[in-house]
T-cell receptor, first 115, second 112 residues
Framework: DGGITQSPKYLFRKEGQNVTLSCEQNLNHDAMYWYRQDPGQGLRLIYYSQIVNDFQKGDIAEGYSVSREKKESFPLTVTSAQKNPTAFYLC??????????????FGSGTRLTVV | QQQVKQSPQSLIVQKGGISIINCAYENTAFDYFPWYQQFPGKGPALLIAIRPDVSEKKEGRFTISFNKSAKQFSLHIMDSQPGDSATYFCAASLGGAQKLVFGQGTRLTINP
């Protein structure tokens, strides 16, 4: 089945540590996105990539980094510079989902907690 | 100008009733307005979407109503069922579905 796989499902980070969240898609979509979800704040865009080897900052990119070396993969690194990283992280790709429906396909998310 | 404001924050509806969630936007250049449904611990799933050249779109029990002059759009869920209990997000974007701006979300509970 085509879709987006995010791993791990749960991740615990110690203070001062960098962690990397994985996102893989087999939908052959060009564009991929990382969103952060906090209670009561909706989804906020961290980074996005419309093509391999190219990516742009979203609204809250500080303390995060990404790479896009392959079409299928768009990993997100949460660095120690991100002061409040505890959140639910969602990866998405953009493409046609049905004849009249076009939009994001989301992964199941990674819940990151600082310990 | 890039914000999308969603209300209410939470909503409780009896089984069989109509659930209504509203969103308002400022940027008149937005040209794509989707709704997403999210169950706990899962990613959001695209439910229905509309472009500003139509005033209403229906998919089964789900309807989007769009008022371009008021810069508002809403989701109506007819004959609401307990399985509809989820968090719903409206969103808007320029140039199709690229770089969506999301509303704050509405937690919908359908009582049996």
């Amino acid at each position: 089945d085509g879709g987006i796989t995010q791993s791990p499902k749960y991740l615990f980070r110690k203070e001062g540590q960098n962690v990397t969240l994985s996102c893989e898609q087999n939908l052959n979509h060009d564009a991929m996105y990382w969103y952060r979800q906090d209670p009561g704040q909706g989804l906020r865009l961290i980074y996005y990539s419309q093509i391999v080897n190219d990516f742009q900052k979203g609204d809250i990119a500080e303390g995060y980094s990404v790479s896009r070396e392959k079409k299928e993969s768009f990993p997100l690194t949460v660095t120690s510079a991100q002061k409040n990283p505890t959140a639910f992280y969602l990866c998405a790709s953009l493409g046609a989902q049905a004849e009249s429906l076009y939009g994001y396909t989301f992964g199941s998310g990674t819940r990151l907690t600082v310990v | 100008q890039q914000q999308v404001k969603q209300s209410p924050q939470s909503l409780i509806v009896q089984k069989g009733g109509i659930s209504i969630i509203n969103c308002a936007y400022e940027n008149t250049a937005f040209d794509y307005f989707p709704w997403y449904q999210q169950f706990p611990g899962k990613g959001p799933a695209l439910l229905i979407a509309i472009r500003p050249d139509v005033s209403e779109k229906k998919e089964g029990r789900f309807t989007i109503s769009f008022n371009k002059s008021a810069k508002q759009f809403s989701l109506h869920i007819m004959d609401s069922q307990p399985g509809d209990s989820a968090t719903y997000f409206c969103a808007a974007s320029l140039g199709g579905a690229q770089k969506l701006v999301f509303g704050q979300g509405t937690r919908l509970t359908i009582n049996p």
